[in-house]
Structure formats: C-alpha cells, structure tokens
C-alpha cells in the first residue's frame, strides 16, 4: 500500500524500514513490556484473536495474562483501577477500541488522572497511558467517528497525543509510557495500514514539540492527526496554482508546541488549521488563539476548518461532505490568499481522503 | 456476639486511637467558625470505631482507601496528625501541600493513598492498587472505605465485579450511617440487602450492625487473614451512625431531616466512652492527657506554619 509519506518525519538517516502504524504500535508495546515489567496492557479485546485490529497481537503469547487481558465491560471502573495500579507504580496502557468509550472514562480521567498529582501535593504519580482509535468512515457513523481530543486538551494534568505516521505512532507511545502522567493518545484507524520509516531500536517522540512537515511561505497549515496527510495532499494542489504552504503536525497537542506554529504564522502571515474534530471549542481555536496571543499580531489571517458542525452519518455522500478533505483545505487557503479571484475548487476527483482512495471495508 | 474478652493492652492501644480521632475533631469543630480552617470538613465523630477497629488489624504496608469523610481512617492507619491539620489550614507543610484540603488527606509512608470528593472514585482507584498488591504478591492488602452513598453508583458495582474476578486483595468497608448528605436510605434504596447484593459477585459479604468495636475488628482480622493467603475480596458492611452534620461543625437534628432520637442509642453505646470505662483511670488518664497534648501540638504546628508561596500555583500539574 503507497502512503503520501513514505520518508521518515526525522529525515533519511534513521536506519528503520518500513513499517505499518499499527505494527509501529504494536513494536513499541513488546518493546516497552520487555524493557519494564511494571509496564502492562489491559482493555476490553486487546487479547482476543483480532487484537485491536493488530496492534496488540503476539503481546499475549509473550507476556502471559497476568500483564495482557480483558476487562468487564466497565470502562468507568477500569479507568479507576488503572490509575490506582499507576499510583501504586505500575506503569498501566488502558486500550478501547473506539473514542467514542471514553466518555465513559471521563470522570475518573477528569477528576482523578488529571488531580491526584497537584490534589495530594506531588505524593502520587499517575504514569497512566490511555489508547484510543478514532473509527471514521465506511459508516462509522455518528457514535464511533469521534475525535474528541479537545475534550481532554482542556484538562490540565493531560496529556493529549494524536500521532500522524507510524514513525510517531511509535516513538509518542514509547514516550507515553515512559511519562509520569496521564496521557491520551488519539490513534485513526485510517493510519493504521499507513507505513513510514521507523527505526527498529526503542525511541521517544517527546512530549511538546511539532515538527514542519514541508516548508512552504505563503500560508502555515496545522493538520491534526490524519489531516497531517490531507494537508500534504492539498499543499501539492496548491502547488500547482502557485501557492506555497508550510504544513506543521503538532503531534503533541497538549502540551502544545505553540511557538513552532507561531513563528511560521508570523513568517507567512496566514494560519489554517485543519482538524478533525468540531471546530467550535476545538483544537483549531486554542491554537489560533494562542498564536494571536503569542506573535500580539492582529494582521495574521486565521482560519479553522474541521467536522461539519452536525453529527457524523453512515450515508457515504453526507459522510463525505462530513469531513475536510484536501479539496476543502486547498479552496480555504486559496480564497485566504486571493479574497479578490474567484472561488476555486481542485478537481473533485484528487481531493477524496487519502484512505477512502485505499481503505475498504467491512473492517 | 463470640468476641473473647479483650486484653488490656489492646483496649488501650484501640482506645488511644479513638481518642485521638474525637478529640481531633472536636478540636476541629471548635476551630471552624474562627475561619482558619479554609476547607469544607466531613466529621467522623462516631463513626470512628469503624476506622479504629479496622485499621487496627492492618500492616505498614497496607494501603487504606478512605473517603471525603476520611480523617478517621486517615488518623488510624497512622496519617501525621499535624501534616493533616496544617492541610485543612492550607498550610505548605500540609500533606497535600494545601492543595488538597480536608477532603484530599494522603500519606502515601503511612498506606494512606487518598480521598476523592466526588463520591464512589476511590473504589475503583482502590481496587487498582490492589490489583498492583497481587502483581507483587508480598501479601499486603488494600481496605476500601466507602459509604452507603457510594454502592450506588456505577463504578461500585464494576469495581466488585473485576475485584471478585481478579481474586483481588482488597476489603470493601461500607460506613452505613444511613444518610447520603440529608437523604435516608429509605428514599435511595428499594431494599436495605446490600450484602445479599454484593454476595452475587461471590465476595463473602457480612453486615455487623451491632456498633461493637471488638466484634468489627474480629470480623476484619478473619477477612485480613484470608486474603493474604490469596483468598480474593471481602465486604463488610458496618452500620454506625454521624453525631454531626453532612459538611460542617455542627449537630444539625434541629433541620428536620433526621430526629434526634436516632442518635440516642447510639451516643449510649458510643465506642470511645465504652473504651475509657474498660481501662484503669490511671491509665486512661495517661492516653488522654497525652492525646490532648498531641492534637494541641499538631494546631500549634498548623497555626504557625507558613502557607504557601503564591509562585508555587503551578506545581505538581505534571509530574
């Protein structure tokens, strides 16, 4: 399967191979577990034959199932009983197989996870990894196409990961575990079969540092998570019709990088930001907001795109206007640059997702 | 009841911890309406035997649970007293460093491992440690306080639920006092069978409702010692009653809600007077004398601590 970004993120010389995102996933726990016994992985699935669609596959047979198991379905419970495991120095990577599960998390994430380190005065740690897959498209439909990364960016006490490539997937969740805090990782499902050069030895993608994934100087385009690859997409429409776009992963999005972002939308003096999630509260308004905030420049244009503001349907024509895609980025960049031309829109054909091209289903 | 006939030096080591806990929050109470205590507190009094006689049974390296009406539990499984009281007066010598208040007590040295004000959290957190205590398999285990409030919500049953499927070390202690902030039993459960609930997870489940110390503390040692030898989860529910109100230093049986003539035969068999009437005066004495010097000291210490340091708003939000 080709991917839009098959090179490393950090460049040629990180003697990897080419790795698939969930097998990305999946080295970094086996990695992690052999490294430290208090490292272990539970959650409703991780250890049945389909093993969370792979990430999780082999682990079992090595680690035995005192350290890779079910649960009950009891996602409020499990998430309490990772974070005592946590504080009582065991290093817990709690799995649900949608985003959408989370919710039933959020009391314990919110009011305990996020707390128990300022509440009891720096006495307990909470090194508590939280995985989660955002399950777009094929008909997902409105409970399991989710991203609800800003829910948790809000939290102070989170950490919020939304790796783009398998590269990242990797080394964010060896930093995951690694990390004394609570920390969210937002995984795509449409990733998951996307391949990049991941280097074989453990690595970390640390917490709080972005990276330009192509330089550009006419607009600063911030992806989150798969828009990464859509944005890559659209900056090569652009391209073509003379416009140059910087296109940044955050990766971390919280903590955010907020200073990398900025100083290119200083530079170009543009900043859109494509997510996917909700634009309203959303991941797109901390990072416009902070930037406006950090360069004081009023005169940087700003923009957001993301989800329609409306529930996510199954129907495969409203399921595509659900979305942005590189179409819906490159026509907003081109009306920020040229207010005075008339609307342009690619070719509907090169604007599709880059995984619905490739992704069947059923999953 | 079958509880042989207590020695003395048990009956004084109970009785000292009892005192303590009463005399505590009584100081407490006294304190309160000065404002210098800035943080809503839970009181235990008369409830504490539940604490004392638990706790009693336990090892340093057992970890107790306890909730926001925690200072008892806190106090017995060997919490500083003064690190506590500088906590409920904001203090940077507090446990929590004044981040936590009255409701967030903690000492992780002591097997004190936190409070949580939102009602029913610390199960699961709870059974999370004992979930690492088997990983370890050192033999310590984790008693869970909770209150009757708390078997009502979610994560009481999926924490039972997991715990009894793990063979967790953990004993469950419901504190049934009856009310749940103003609100009786009789308006939140259609039965009062909890046990019979708890039991169809398959944990051995008991209610001891005769407010004895002694028969409480011998039920603890026997669930204890079974879960040390692998034994899986335990629950006792234990009926006790709150002498004060939900949140504050005062007796609130003028409010209407509850009369006062439930509190009579429990002030009657109250645990700390039943105590002091089995040691020697001479010896009482000596505990209580001791006791008040202890809990003086330990608001002295909070009194004259500093608070602290308006930079220091930012730590310990990571790690």
Redesign the interface.
């Known amino acids: 399967m080709s991917s839009p970004d098959r090179s490393s993120p950090d460049g040629a010389s990180s003697g990897g191979r080419l790795l698939r995102y969930v097998d990305a996933l999946c080295e970094a726990f086996a990695q992690e577990m052999r490294r430290d016994d208090s490292v272990f992985l539970f959650g409703l699935d991780v250890d049945d034959h389909k093993a969370i669609q792979g990430s999780t596959r082999g682990l079992l047979a090595e680690f035995g199932a ?1 350290r890779v198991f079910t ?2 379905l ?1 996602e ?15 290093r ?1 990577i709690h799995t649900h197989i949608r985003m959408d599960f989370l919710l039933l998390c959020m ?2 994430l919110v ?2 996870a996020a707390k ?12 508590l990894v939280v995985r989660s897959m955002i399950g777009k498209s094929w008909g997902q439909g409105a409970q399991h196409s989710q991203a609800l990364h800003s829910m948790f960016m809000h939290v ?2 989170l ?1 919020v990961v939304a790796p783009s490539n398998a590269h990242d997937a990797k080394g964010c969740m060896i930093a995951a575990v690694r990390d ?2 609570p920390v969210i990782v937002m995984e795509h499902r449409l990733l998951y079969p996307t391949e990049a050069e991941v280097p074989e030895a453990p690595y970390e993608v640390k917490p709080g540092k972005a990276r330009i994934v192509a330089p550009g100087d006419d607009v600063t385009v911030v992806g989150i998570s798969n828009m990464v690859l859509e944005c890559l997409r659209a900056r090569e429409l652009l391209a073509e019709v003379g416009i140059s776009a910087e296109v940044i992963d955050p990766i971390w999005l919280s903590p955010l990088d907020i200073d990398t972002i900025a100083r290119s939308a200083a530079r170009t003096g543009r900043l859109l930001v494509a997510d996917n999630g909700w634009t309203a509260c959303g991941a797109g308004a901390e990072i416009v907001a902070q930037v406006l905030e950090r360069t004081g420049d009023a005169r940087i244009a700003v923009r957001r795109i993301g989800f329609e503001p409306t529930t996510c349907p199954p129907s495969p024509p409203l399921e595509a206007r659900f979305y942005p895609n590189p179409g819906t980025v490159a026509s907003t960049v081109h009306a920020m640059l040229r207010p005075a031309a008339a609307p342009w829109q690619p070719d509907p054909e090169r604007t599709r997702l880059a995984h619905q091209i490739q992704f069947r289903g059923p999953f | 009841m079958h509880v042989k006939e207590p020695a003395n030096d048990l009956v004084a080591r109970l009785y000292r911890q009892l005192r303590l806990i009463r005399t505590l929050e009584e100081e407490v109470a006294r304190v309160y309406p000065t404002d210098r205590i800035k943080s809503p507190v839970h009181l235990s009094i008369g409830q504490e035997f539940v604490s004392v006689a638990v706790c009693d049974v336990l090892r340093p390296d057992d970890h107790v649970s306890i909730t926001y009406r925690g200072h008892a539990a806190y106090i017995a499984k060997g919490g500083d007293l003064d690190a506590m009281v500088a906590e409920m007066y904001g203090k940077a010598a507090g446990c929590a460093g004044g981040r936590g208040g009255s409701m967030h007590l903690v000492d992780m040295a002591a097997g004190v491992i936190g409070a949580s004000a939102v009602v029913g959290t610390s199960i699961p957190v709870a059974t999370g440690f004992a979930l690492a205590a088997r990983r370890r398999a050192g033999g310590s285990v984790v008693v869970c306080f909770l209150g009757d409030g708390a078997t009502e919500e979610g994560c009481f049953a999926e924490s039972l639920n997991f715990a009894a499927l793990h063979r967790l070390p953990i004993l469950f202690v419901c504190e049934n006092n009856g009310y749940a902030i103003h609100e009786p039993l009789a308006k939140r459960w259609a039965t009062d069978r909890l046990v019979e609930r708890v039991a169809t997870y398959g944990i051995p489940a008991q209610r001891i409702d005769s407010g004895d110390l002694f028969e409480l503390r011998e039920r603890a040692a026997e669930a204890v010692a079974a879960m040390r030898d692998g034994g899986g989860p335990a629950f006792l529910e234990v009926t006790c009653y709150r002498w004060y109100e939900h949140v504050g230093p005062n007796r609130d049986y003028d409010q209407g809600y509850r009369p006062e003539s439930e509190l009579a035969p429990w002030a009657e068999t109250d645990q700390v007077a039943r105590l002091a009437a089995l040691l020697p005066a001479g010896e009482r004495e000596r505990i209580d004398a001791e006791v008040d010097r202890r809990v003086a000291a330990a608001f002295a210490f909070a009194e004259e601590s500093p608070f602290p340091d308006p930079e220091e708003l930012h730590d310990h939000v990571f790690a």
């Not at chain 1, 409020?76 to 065991?90: F, P, R």
């Open positions: 005192e649960t009950p009891s409020d419970a499990m998430t309490g009983v990772a974070i005592g495991a946590a504080m009582a120095g065991m817990p009391n314990q009011n305990i128990a380190h300022y509440m009891y005065g720096g006495a307990v740690k909470v090194p102070p006490g950490k004394d805090n």
